[in-house]
């Protein structure tokens, strides 16, 4: 039962919104949400979304 329930939020960086870079959004899978990049980066599953969140803007920190 690991059905993606859909994307709940993106980054909204002006970065993300030129299309260039890496644009990350925050995805909800059952009880746990993660963040995916554009690049095919995958964050780790996280219970909060403000940390899923924080992992994304640090794999764009580091990008």
Request: proline share 2%; aromatic share 4%.
């Amino acid at each position: 039962m690991s059905n993606v329930v859909g994307v709940a939020q993106e980054d909204g960086s002006e970065q993300g919104l030129r299309g260039q870079g890496h644009h990350t959004s925050v995805v909800e899978q059952g009880r746990f949400c993660f963040v995916r990049c554009t690049c095919g980066w995958r964050g780790p599953a996280r219970r909060a979304r403000s940390l899923a969140r924080t992992d994304g803007e640090g794999h764009r920190a580091r990008a």
